[in-house]
């Protein structure tokens, strides 16, 4: 693994680390609430997100305060692989297993920005890559009932945004008719490989054989295809399907019934550096796309994922957005794609996102 192997031996510092709440009301209508941790050492202070999206263990995390034992001289290896013998939810069970990738992922991507920035170099100098800007898409879903007014509105202001939708069986004909016409839309997720979730979406084989057709250019994202229709329906459309939710390591890429062509690749969901990276040189060794997807980050963890496509796939539809774009009418001003990314010289992170988080 070339990549890691770049970082592995970084040398980090960590003194202390200190936690801050993030909270802000949505368009789909909750508070969503994050952590930001930064980890303290040698001087420098290295930032990361915890993007649980279970509000009350985000509570519970900030009640509780810096418990865990983080503190020490480490490589960046070392301490993955401490972290990864942590339980870092101590007297909380989380309601999904996932979770537990999201706060490790909050948690190395400060260690791995800390490092770096102790070493005076940025990611992208110590892999030895370009970093490029970055074409990304704003993801929407369609309103209960579902209207175009999520697209449309946010035409209005900026016409050339490009749009991935969740697709739901309730989409009438003249919607999809209307979503047509723009001649905006990349992708359609189906919410199909979610089970027990708030955003689950029933299996539909005939919508996703319409879907298919009408859209004949689009990405078709997690259909749920353990339904034997279903798989009969895209049958002729496999190569665009691609993968999000079951994405969690190389091993589940290979476990799809539709190995893709190009897959989302969300470093939250891999937990570690390490199995993420192991995840880029797969697609890349394999002539796989890859693209990226965030979890609606309130602070540096959107710097991070957007730095991530920068390097890794500044072309592809990633699902990235800048905030503000969640907004069914987006103020104006807001970065156009492809997204200047603008690394900070040293550390894992945005020069944006040196700012206080906010």
Same mark, same amino acid.
């Given at each position: ?34 952590? @930001? ?68 992922? *909050? ?25 490029? &800007? @970055? ?15 999520? +697209?449309t509105r946010r035409l209005a202001r900026y016409p050339d945004i490009r749009f991935k939708l969740d697709g739901t069986p309730d989409w009438s004909d003249e919607l999809i008719e209307g979503l047509v016409k723009t001649g905006a839309v990349d992708s359609i997720d189906f919410k199909g490989a979610y089970k027990g979730t708030v955003v689950d979406v029933d299996t539909d084989p005939a919508f996703y054989r319409k879907i298919a057709e009408t ?44 190995? #893709?062509?190009?897959? !989302? ?26 693209? *990226? ?5 309130? %602070?540096?963890?959107?710097?991070? +994922? ?7 796939? #500044?072309?592809?539809? !990633?699902?990235?957005?800048?905030? %503000?774009?969640?907004?069914?009418? &987006?103020?104006?001003?807001? &970065? ?14 945005? !020069?944006?996102?040196?700012? &206080?988080?906010?």
């Amino acid at each position: 693994m070339a990549l890691y192997d770049a970082i592995a031996e970084l040398p980090l510092k960590v003194d202390s680390y200190s936690l801050e709440r993030l909270a802000r009301m949505v368009s789909s209508g909750f508070e969503r609430v994050s952590t @930001v941790y930064a980890l303290e050492g040698g001087g420098e202070t290295g930032k990361g997100e915890d993007v649980t999206y279970e509000a009350p263990a985000q509570e519970a995390q900030l009640a509780a305060g810096p418990v865990l034992e983080l503190a020490g001289e480490w490589t960046f290896d070392s301490f993955s692989e401490h972290l990864g013998g942590l339980d870092t939810f101590p007297g909380y069970t989380p309601e999904q297993p996932v979770y537990r990738s999201y706060r490790r992922w *909050g948690l190395e991507s400060a260690a791995l920005d800390l490092a770096l920035r102790q070493a005076g170099k940025s990611l992208h100098e110590v892999l030895g890559r370009e970093v490029q &800007p @970055v074409t990304f898409v704003v993801s929407s879903r369609m309103g209960e009932p579902p209207t175009l007014d999520p +697209v449309t509105r946010r035409l209005a202001r900026y016409p050339d945004i490009r749009f991935k939708l969740d697709g739901t069986p309730d989409w009438s004909d003249e919607l999809i008719e209307g979503l047509v016409k723009t001649g905006a839309v990349d992708s359609i997720d189906f919410k199909g490989a979610y089970k027990g979730t708030v955003v689950d979406v029933d299996t539909d084989p005939a919508f996703y054989r319409k879907i298919a057709e009408t859209f004949p250019d689009a990405w078709l994202e997690d259909p749920d295809l353990d339904d034997e229709a279903a798989l009969k329906a895209l049958a002729p459309f496999q190569d665009r399907i691609t993968w999000d939710a079951p994405i969690h390591s190389v091993e589940d890429i290979l476990a799809r019934k539709v190995i #893709p062509r190009t897959v !989302n690749l969300k470093p939250s969901r891999f937990g570690s550096v390490k199995a993420l990276f192991e995840a880029y040189e797969f697609c890349e060794q394999r002539g796989m796309g890859a693209y *990226g997807g965030g979890q609606y980050e309130l %602070g540096v963890g959107r710097g991070h +994922v957007q730095l991530l496509a920068a390097i890794f796939h #500044p072309h592809a539809p !990633n699902d990235i957005a800048p905030g %503000g774009y969640d907004d069914l009418d &987006p103020e104006p001003g807001l &970065p156009h794609s492809p997204l200047d990314v603008d690394p900070a010289p040293v550390g894992f992170r945005r !020069n944006s996102d040196d700012a &206080p988080a906010a």
